[in-house]
């Protein structure tokens, strides 16, 4: 059965990269790359909206790894009392969690020329605080933190345009300066995703030994772990986008929206 699945999204992979392929922009310039790490940075952060977007992207990264970090223990000890009552809860999150992204791929853009950038991310980091404050306040209420799981979803969609907005940002610099540095733009993307990643990984392994995480000795010993664990289990999967999506939110109003860049 894998196989097959995998046999049929990797002939679905073909066409669609293809399609990428033939219908991506690219960008020629004469811009000189080779510049110092510190002046190509130098330059791009003298303007507010490029360090507004590596905020945004920080944010989104941040918000991900904590989630994807945390989100097996949430399932086992939040919602459930044991790893086999936990896959089930994990399996049904992740439907939640995937399903609003998926399609919503294919409804992103069609939004975005009606209502622009600016409005669609706007919307999207206001449905996040929403989901998010849904999920932290209601950590029993398996069906409430399903309904906010998926207004999260939904309005973590518009967050993936962050990445369209960083190369908005470059095109302006380029057009001021000159020189465009895609090169200093996807290492900061990189080095934000890593750091973002060490962060997520680091606290929830030192919330494991700092609350007194009970190793459960099979899959369905039924276990009660301490209640600041919990509690910070929880922190760390709607806690911590919250506040993501509240700062994101406040970040996205200081760009004027009759600017060029949105």
């Known amino acids: 059965r894998w196989f097959r699945f995998m046999l049929a999204l990797?002939?679905?992979?073909?066409?669609?990269?293809?399609?990428?392929?033939?219908?991506t922009k690219e960008r020629i310039n004469d811009s000189?790359?080779?510049?110092?790490?510190?002046?190509?940075?130098?330059?791009?952060?003298?303007?507010?909206?490029w360090a507004v977007v590596i905020l945004l992207i920080a944010l989104r990264q941040l918000d991900s790894c904590f989630?994807?970090?945390?989100?097996?223990?949430?399932?086992n000890w939040v919602l459930g009392n044991s790893v086999k009552s936990g896959a089930n809860f994990q399996a049904l999150l992740n439907v939640i969690g995937q399903f609003p992204l998926g399609i919503g791929t294919f409804l992103l853009w069609p939004i975005v020329k009606k209502y622009g950038k600016y409005n669609t991310m706007k919307a999207g980091f206001l449905l996040g605080v929403i989901g998010s404050l849904i999920v932290l306040l209601n950590p029993n209420n398996f069906i409430l933190v399903l309904i906010g799981m998926f207004i999260k979803s939904v309005g973590s969609v518009p967050t993936t345009m962050s990445i369209s907005l960083l190369s908005d940002v470059m095109d302006r610099i380029e057009r001021k300066t000159g020189n465009r540095y895609d090169s200093?733009?996807?290492?900061?993307?990189s080095i934000?995703?890593?750091?973002?990643?060490?962060?997520?990984?680091t606290a929830i392994l030192f919330s494991i030994g700092k609350f007194e995480y009970i190793v459960p000795s099979s899959s369905e010993q039924i276990i009660t772990q301490?209640?600041?664990?919990?509690?910070f289990f929880n922190f760390a999967m709607a806690g911590v986008p919250l506040i993501c999506?509240?700062?994101?939110?406040?970040?996205?109003?200081?760009?004027?929206?009759k600017d060029e860049l949105i």
């Open 32 to 49: 000189k790359e080779s510049s110092p790490i510190l002046h190509q940075m130098k330059e791009s952060f003298q303007y507010r909206e």
């Open 67 to 75: 989630m994807s970090s945390s989100m097996i223990y949430y399932s």
């Open 10 to 23: 990797s002939i679905i992979a073909v066409p669609a990269a293809l399609i990428e392929y033939y219908f």
């Open 184 to 189: 200093l733009g996807a290492s900061m993307n």
């Open 245 to 257: 999506f509240t700062l994101s939110f406040i970040l996205i109003n200081t760009l004027d929206k």
């Open 226 to 231: 301490p209640a600041a664990l919990r509690g």
């Open 192 to 201: 934000v995703h890593n750091i973002s990643l060490g962060l997520g990984q």
